[in-house]
């Protein structure tokens, strides 16, 4: 992964100079020499901000109701305490 830094003035004369850096890694966009805007492809910034999928995200998918799913009974079935 390569990082790119262009000042604000660089990334507005050749935007498409910063989009073809962006293919190799993460442009650092500085103003008055600080940063402040990072140029991600999409491709990137999905897999940074999607998490691993959550049970529930998947449960509500449209279309879930019509997979076959038949769980397995557990042979343990539960017991009161005893107490004494």
């Given at each position: 992964?390569?990082?790119?830094?262009?000042?604000?003035?660089?990334?507005?004369?050749?935007?498409?100079?910063a989009?073809?850096a962006?293919?190799?890694?993460p442009?650092?966009?500085t103003?008055?020499?600080?940063?402040?805007h990072?140029?991600?492809?999409?491709?990137?910034y999905?897999?940074?901000?999607?998490?691993?999928?959550k049970?529930?995200?998947?449960?509500?998918?449209?279309?879930?109701?019509?997979?076959?799913?038949?769980?397995?009974?557990?042979?343990d079935v539960a017991?009161a305490?005893?107490?004494?």
């Amino acid at each position: 992964m390569t990082i790119c830094t262009l000042s604000a003035r660089q990334f507005n004369q050749d935007v498409s100079k910063a989009k073809k850096a962006a293919m190799a890694g993460p442009v650092f966009i500085t103003d008055r020499g600080e940063p402040a805007h990072v140029l991600l492809t999409f491709d990137a910034y999905k897999k940074i901000t999607c998490g691993p999928a959550k049970i529930a995200d998947l449960l509500a998918m449209p279309g879930v109701a019509d997979v076959p799913f038949d769980a397995p009974q557990s042979p343990d079935v539960a017991q009161a305490a005893d107490f004494s």
